[in-house]
């Protein structure tokens, strides 16, 4: 898993946008509050290094370390337990409370958020408490930066500033950018702004994923869990790792800078056991078996995004808004479908031709195609009929 991450399009853009900020906040700060001129000039160029340094290493150590992978053939120690857990087809081992099969890292991650295009590596476990810190120093980090380089700009653009403002020159260091130091300098604030807006929404959703003790995926399914008991007997379904946002907050963010536990064995709620959550995921998967409608391909569909001459302009204008993958079909398919949209549907492949698959090829055979491409079997059997 390692330092291999890095040379993807995500980790290199985001070390690019750094790299870029970072530079030129250096040269504009060089200009417009040099460290060597004043105390206070040298404590804003040090607390600005420090902030890229932090940003930096963050990042890199939430990219290399990983979310904490659950071991391949993972089984828990107690045998009466594997009753309570899913079984992983891919890691041919049991799913630990918390854990989930990501199919770009393919293993089974612990207490696994989402798949993060920037380190390309999951959130998980084990780079929770550092990716919260590369966040904050890149957003404290980028607001520092937008104030420098903006007043850097503005004393370039208004010469006047030292004749008026300032008449003994020799005082005010003198700002000067050339066009195409100017236009870089436009570009990273640009970028810095944008870092302050989106890494802060990033900062706002997790910082409600750990104040919750919540991850979004385990927030999708508590929302069925809800909505599952409407209009039943059944009690009210808690979720049994909100501990309080105060015992919550500690789990991630602690003076050890490390998150709490092992990944596997977790603190639960009074009425609750570790086991709790495992046991309403079984149950949900079981009611999405029941209810998945068997499809019949009847035209090939060739896995590409944007199918417009197959399909048609709206397939194309109304995709699914999500990464997952797209697959490949070939007439005579069939497929258990357990998602619909109005122009795409979500299943996997039950048998390719007449060629029956096994639950690992299944598996790998998962995702969106265009509803045009098939129809439900039943259909096929009334045309028999």
């Known amino acids: 898993m390692g330092w291999s991450k890095v040379i993807h399009i995500g980790p290199l853009f985001t070390i690019v946008v750094i790299k870029s900020i970072v530079w030129s906040t250096i040269h504009c700060n060089s200009m417009w509050w040099p460290p060597y001129h004043s105390w206070p000039g040298f404590i804003n160029a040090t607390i600005f290094l420090l902030l890229s340094a932090s940003t930096f290493y963050n ?34 081992g049991y799913k630990a409370p918390r854990s989930h099969h990501c199919r770009k890292c393919n293993r089974c991650i612990m207490k696994r958020d989402h798949h993060c295009i920037f380190i390309n590596n999951c959130l998980g476990h084990l780079n929770h408490t550092s990716f919260i810190a590369f966040l904050i120093s890149a957003i404290i980090g980028c607001a520092q930066s937008i104030v420098i380089i903006s007043c850097t700009m503005y004393r370039a653009l208004h010469p006047t500033y030292y004749y008026y403002d300032h008449p003994d020159i020799q005082e005010v260091p003198f700002v000067m950018l050339g066009l195409w130091p100017f236009v870089i300098s436009l570009i990273s604030l640009g970028l810095a702004a944008g870092v302050v807006f989106a890494v802060g929404f990033l900062f706002f959703v997790q910082m409600k994923v750990i104040l919750r003790n919540q991850t979004a995926i385990e927030d999708w399914v508590h929302e069925k869990a809800v909505y599952r008991r409407e209009g039943t007997d059944e009690p009210l379904f808690i979720h049994p790792y909100n501990l309080g946002w105060r015992e919550n907050l500690v789990q991630v963010i602690n003076w050890s800078f490390q998150p709490k536990g092992d990944g596997v064995e977790w603190k639960v709620r009074e009425n609750c056991h570790n086991y709790s959550f495992t046991i309403e995921q079984i149950e949900q998967k079981k009611i999405k078996r029941e209810r998945c409608v068997e499809y019949v391909v009847e035209k090939a569909y060739s896995g590409r995004w944007f199918p417009f001459i197959s399909f048609g302009i709206m397939v194309c204008l109304r995709p699914p808004c999500s990464d997952e993958t797209r697959i490949p079909l070939r007439i005579g398919d069939k497929l258990a479908v357990t998602r619909w949209k109005k122009y795409w549907l979500y299943g996997e492949i039950q048998e390719r031709g007449q060629v029956q698959m096994n639950p690992t090829e299944r598996r790998a055979l998962r995702g969106w195609f265009p509803r045009l491409s098939c ?7 009334e045309k028999e009929e």
């Open 59 to 92: 990042f890199l150590y939430s990219l290399h370390v990983g979310p904490g992978y659950l071991p391949l053939k993972w089984k828990p120690n107690n045998e009466d337990d594997i009753q309570y857990l899913q079984y992983c087809t891919v890691c041919e």
């Open 375 to 381: 129809s439900p079997s039943y259909i096929e059997y």
